[in-house]
T-cell receptor, first 114, second 116 residues
Framework: DVKVTQSSRYLVKRTGEKVFLECVQD?????MFWYRQDPGLGLRLIYF???????EKGDIPEGYSVSREKKERFSLILESASTNQTSMYLC?????????????FGPGTRLTVL | AQKITQTQPGMFVQEKEAVTLDCTYD???????LFWYKQPSSGEMIFLIY??????QNATEGRYSLNFQKARKSANLVISASQLGDSAMYFC?????????????FGQGTRLTINP
């Protein structure tokens, strides 16, 4: 069974803290993605990676960075967390194929920044 | 730029009725894919159905079908014989090549509530 896992389901951090969100997939997928989900806005792409050590900015990269040192792992980093980064964060992975290939999602991390 | 619009923030339907969730899209790319995902209250995104821009037939997957009208740029999801377990958020998404990679653009979502 295909699987994308995220390190935490719920996380509470303080303003200014450095936050790491980890995502691991076991499907040998080339592509990995980080989204944030906010009510009324749907899912918005923060960063994506199409290969190890490769990364591209998505639609809302400000305040975030990413790391992909191994194919199966994609980390999202909040260098200095702020209250407006309180959100649901979803990781996804997909094959580097055609537009037909679906993205598989992790269960999400609900982050609260106080 | 690619864009997905879901105009129904919420819908309420009686159990066993059919329901249509609207989705319109905008793209200048002739090759694209359209997806529908379901997100229950537990938070995980569940893939439901896919339609390719060059597919001749409307996609169907069990109780789910996609009413694809290319000229109108719409890709509505139809759920037949709705069940209580269908209550969830539903997202329409479009995939196309952006910045050299296949990326998904999501709509705002529709919250579907099935009443007994």
């Amino acid at each position: 069974d295909v699987k994308v896992t995220q390190s935490s389901r719920y996380l509470v951090k303080r303003t200014g803290e450095k936050v790491f969100l980890e995502c691991v997939q076991d499907m040998d997928h080339e592509n990995m993605f980080w989204y944030r989900q906010d009510p009324g806005l749907g899912l918005r792409l923060i960063y994506f990676s199409y290969d190890v050590k490769m990364k591209e900015k998505g639609d809302i990269p400000e305040g975030y960075s990413v790391s992909r040192e191994k194919k199966e792992r994609f980390s999202l980093i909040l260098e200095s967390a702020s209250t407006n980064q309180t959100s649901m964060y979803l990781c996804a992975s997909s094959l580097a194929g055609t537009s037909r290939d679906q993205q598989f999602f992790g269960p999400g991390t609900r982050l609260t920044v106080l | 730029a690619q864009k997905i619009t879901q105009t129904q923030p919420g819908m309420f339907v009686q159990e066993k009725e059919a329901v249509t969730l609207d989705c319109t899209y905008d793209t200048s790319d002739p090759s694209y894919g359209l997806f529908w995902y379901k997100q229950p209250s537990s938070g995980e995104m569940i893939f439901l159905i896919y339609q390719g821009s060059y597919d001749q037939q409307n996609a169907t997957e069990g109780r789910y079908s996609l009413n694809f009208q290319k000229a109108r740029k719409s890709a509505n999801l139809v759920i037949s014989a709705s069940q209580l377990g269908d209550s969830a958020m539903y997202f329409c998404a479009m995939r196309g090549k952006i910045q050299g990679a296949q990326k998904l653009v999501f709509g705002q979502g529709t919250r579907l509530t099935i009443n007994p």
